[in-house]
């Protein structure tokens, strides 16, 4: 009889720090310290230069050339000699590429240090070829104090470079006397020399990846101009308009950016990297490099579905791969020191979330899963069932997906059986192309030596997919599609419909194999007559299983023609990709045992104004979530529909549901009919709510975790049970192991309280309530007077005086500073009747028993009895009012101009 596998923790190989190299750093460091103290401002620039020329020869072997040694013509610029250092690596190494200048003080001669910082590299790329320039860093110093640059310059062809075109970002500053010898020897070698193995811990990974990296800086430039020459070719025009089209769904009403595409292609490359790393040891050539990149390599490795041809492929097109190597290998030059089989966190979500997001997005400040509490989640449900499936509905950077494989290995042991029983049971789906590459790179990080027991081919179960929204099934009838008598479910794709059979539908991979399928006969017969026939006679001869199937093969012929269309046009690129990932979220109805997750906390008022009508129609029809109250639909997030709607269409029957949600559903109007089980459409019963109001640092906004059962026509029956942790954890994405050594946990009940058509949760059974305020019916909701540049405003200054009557006013100071992007640099301006001047307060303007000053508005409105009359433009001018008139008007005019879709 076999022995039944017992749970164990999982241990990657640590890296070891031998004692006796350590010991001769700290002596050396500690010498150099009491040198450059006890000298103070008595040393000059060319005194510091030297002692720290000799530790880096002590601690690093490493001997810089001073710069007037090495680079012709640049002793012009040379201020005093044997000072600044130029230290040269290889060139396409983020590291080791360093030009050092000496300062007596920094703190006092910063701006001249840069300004010869720039001098210099100037200089040094004028001497290079453009597409071979080194990515120097810059480095300011005086022996203590240090700051690095990363340089860059807009016109990466332009041959001879001028200081005053070389543009900073600062990547780090530090002061040596702050820090212990070990974290100086750290500090150093991150920069000189790169010889130590690194743990990859998120604070780590964010230092050489994130936003302020010399990695970034120098990655994006090389994108950023790369785009710029083929942003205007159909091809590229369809990956950029398709990865739009999912971005205005995650963030509302949505300019695409190209900056913010060329972050997203960084992170994806980075996150293909990081996986070849983990995988697989050696060097990559320039070959392995594209084979990394496009997916092949992971292909060959039996991984079919990590990397397709994607929104962020296009890097690694024929005429474009230089630069895509070129990336590749300096990323490469950072990543190969890390040990990342110590993998044990979503080392990418803090990269993912200061990369992802557009710069207008609505803020909710540090929104993505910290670990430790992901993990309690994960924890909590696994050991109600190690073998349950569970499903991410939005997964965003796959911290649920890493943690649950993780928890999985650790209670079933690390076997074939395992592995397969994860890739069956472990599902994710999001709607952002980016979440969904590094999703994906999680998953596979997590599965880590596990991947080693694999038989044949997987396929990692995480999708581009809209989790919520699920294609529509249609009569053939009904949607007029001749060739087929039956059910269909549609798609619009660049323009044309494509419809596929019921049939088509079986099995998932039956579905890929059909649509790789339509894909190569598109591709082999470009420019070429096709027939249904012959295509039928490709599918059998090819063996693909889908040939057996006469209603497959002819929704496979109609997708065929649309596909060798689009390549026809060079329109192709990504619909391959998109064909086969929308509709897996029918494949997943009904199957799982958990769903965890943290959803959308977008309010729907800022949802895209296309995707609203759907929204509606799921939040008032289809689960009546606002319970008759449809007026406060604008204030209703997300998350909300979110936990019905998912565990709706994917939970098994007592299946359980555990989302992170802002902490509002405790009070908030808006979640009352959630609160008082008043939604329809699905039977859920609450057992058990976390709360995490008093825990930091979190989330900006209050939040919970909510879990429920699925239960045929089931009504909550409280009190529920309930648990409140407070305290201060050490840092954000804490271990689980940290963060409990910091929180403490209270075992509450929660119990449903009424007062009038309001509710809210409280842990106490009975509350006295309280006698209604006199001054409650003299109060309203206070007036939404938006955007504000259109009517705040202030009085113009004017030396010769204005008529009392018609003062001449435009927009205020304050609310030109404090617009949103879209009304930046919006003045508006001109006179106008006072009878349509008031003053107002706003929120910010309370403060208790009293009030800031007032603030001038522009009003439409006229005073009847107890109430206000709204004027528009029309009745404006017909009573005379032309001032008032002419401002509606200019106000209209620039309302439709910025706010764009949501302004129809």
């Not at 509302?252 to 190209?258: N, R």
């Not at 030059?333 to 979503?346: M, T, V």
Request: hydrophobic share 40%.
């Amino acid at each position: 009889m076999k022995k039944k596998k017992t749970g164990r923790t999982i241990k990657e190989k640590a890296v070891h720090m031998p004692e006796i190299r350590e010991f001769k750093w700290d002596r050396v460091i500690v010498d150099y310290l009491k040198f450059l103290e006890s000298q103070k401002d008595q040393i000059s620039e060319q005194a510091k230069s030297v002692k720290f020329l000799l530790l880096l020869k002590d601690l690093f072997g490493l001997q810089p050339n001073f710069i007037e040694e090495y680079v012709s013509g640049i002793e012009k610029y040379v201020k005093v000699k044997r000072k600044d250092l130029l230290l040269k690596g290889r060139v396409d190494n983020l590291f080791g590429n360093l030009v050092i200048e000496f300062e007596r003080d920094l703190i006092k001669n910063k701006k001249e240090a840069e300004e010869q910082l720039r001098k210099y590299i100037a200089c040094l790329w004028s001497q290079e070829e453009p597409s071979k320039r080194t990515p120097y860093l810059g480095i300011a110093a005086d022996g203590l104090n240090f700051a690095v640059y990363s340089p860059v310059i807009e016109d990466l062809r332009e041959e001879g470079v001028n200081p005053d075109e070389v543009n900073f970002c600062l990547v780090d500053e530090t002061n040596l006397s702050s820090l212990k010898p070990k974290e100086i020897y750290f500090w150093l070698d991150r920069y000189f020399q790169r010889q130590e193995i690194l743990s990859p811990k998120t604070e780590n990974i964010v230092k050489d990846f994130g936003t302020l990296s010399h990695a970034f800086t120098t990655a994006q430039s090389s994108l950023i101009s790369l785009w710029e020459s083929v942003k205007a070719q159909g091809e590229f025009q369809v990956i950029f308009e398709n990865w739009e089209k999912y971005l205005r769904i995650v963030y509302g009403t949505f300019a695409g950016e190209e900056e913010l595409f060329c972050r997203h292609t960084y992170l994806a490359i980075l996150a293909k990297l990081m996986v070849w790393s983990r995988l697989s040891e050696g060097q990559l050539d320039d070959a392995k490099i594209l084979s990394v990149l496009e997916g092949q390599f992971f292909k060959e490795k039996g991984i079919e579905n990590f990397l397709e041809e994607d929104f962020f492929s296009w890097i690694v097109r024929e005429d474009l791969k230089d630069t895509g190597i070129d990336v590749a290998r300096k990323l490469l030059s950072l990543l190969k020191n890390y040990n990342l089989r110590e993998l044990s966190e979503d080392v990418f979500k803090s990269l993912y979330q200061a990369l992802v997001d557009p710069k207008t997005r609505h803020d909710l400040g540090e929104y993505y899963t910290p670990d430790w509490l992901a993990h309690k989640i994960v924890q909590e449900l696994v050991s109600q069932n190690e073998k349950g499936s569970f499903l991410d509905p939005a997964c965003g950077s796959g911290t649920f997906l890493y943690l649950v494989i993780k928890e999985k290995r650790q209670k079933l042991g690390d076997s074939v059986e395992t592995l397969n029983h994860i890739l069956i049971s472990v599902f994710g789906v999001d709607i952002h192309p980016l979440a969904v590459i590094v999703a994906k790179t999680n998953y596979l990080l997590a599965l880590g030596e596990l991947l080693k027991k694999q038989r044949g081919k997987i396929h990692i179960p995480v999708y581009l997919s809209n989790s919520i929204r699920l294609p529509e099934k249609r009569s053939a009838k009904e949607v007029e599609v001749d060739w087929f008598q039956g059910d269909v479910y549609g798609l619009e794709i660049d323009g044309k419909k494509v419809y596929f059979s019921q049939s088509l539908m079986a099995n998932p991979v039956f579905y890929d194999e059909g649509i790789e399928a339509a894909k190569e006969y598109a591709e082999n017969n470009r420019g070429k007559p096709i027939s249904r026939d012959a295509f039928k006679n490709f599918l059998q001869a090819q063996h693909y299983e889908v040939a057996q199937d006469e209603d497959a093969i002819k929704a496979l012929f109609h997708i065929t023609k649309t596909l060798k269309e689009f390549i026809e046009k060079n329109r192709d690129t990504i619909w391959t990709f998109i064909l086969k990932n929308i509709y897996k979220p029918l494949f997943l109805k009904g199957k799982f045992d958990f769903i965890i997750g943290n959803p959308p906390w977008l309010a729907f008022r800022y949802a895209e104004p296309g995707y609203q009508k759907f929204l509606k129609e799921q939040i008032t029809k289809n689960y009546n979530l606002l319970s008759g109250r449809g007026e406060l639909i604008t204030h209703l997030e997300l998350g909300t529909l979110f936990y019905l709607r998912t565990a709706d269409l994917y939970l098994k029957e007592k299946g359980i549901i555990a989302f992170v949600l802002p902490r509002s559903i405790f009070t908030a109007d808006q979640h009352d009919g959630l609160r008082q089980g008043k939604f329809t459409g699905i039977g859920l019963n609450f057992k058990e709510v976390w709360d995490f109001e008093d825990v930091e640092p979190l989330f900006n906004v209050p939040s919970c975790v909510l879990f429920a059962q699925k239960e045929e026509s089931y009504q909550t029956v409280y009190p529920i049970s309930g648990k409140i942790y407070k305290g201060k954890l050490e840092r954000r994405n804490a271990s689980l192991e940290e963060a409990q050594k910091s929180l403490s946990e209270d075992k509450v009940h929660f119990y449903l309280h009424k007062r009038g058509k309001r509710s809210f949760w409280a842990q106490e059974k009975s509350l006295r309530e309280e006698k209604e305020s006199f001054y409650k019916g003299r109060f309203s909701q206070g007036a939404s007077i938006v955007p504000r540049s259109l009517w705040f405003v202030e009085v113009k200054e004017s030396s010769l005086g204005f008529n009392p009557n018609l003062p001449p006013v435009q927009s205020s100071k304050r609310a030109r500073e404090e617009a949103k992007e879209a009304y930046k640099g919006l003045i508006m301006e001109g006179n106008i009747e006072n009878r349509f001047l008031y003053t107002t307060l706003l929120s910010t303007d309370l403060v208790p028993f009293g009030h800031l000053g007032y603030r001038l508005v522009v009003l439409p409105i006229e005073p009847i009895n107890n109430s206000y009359h709204l004027i528009n433009a029309d009745e404006a001018r017909k009573k005379g009012f032309v001032h008032l008139y002419n401002w509606l008007e200019k106000a209209q005019k620039e309302w439709e101009t910025r706010r764009g879709a949501k302004a129809k």
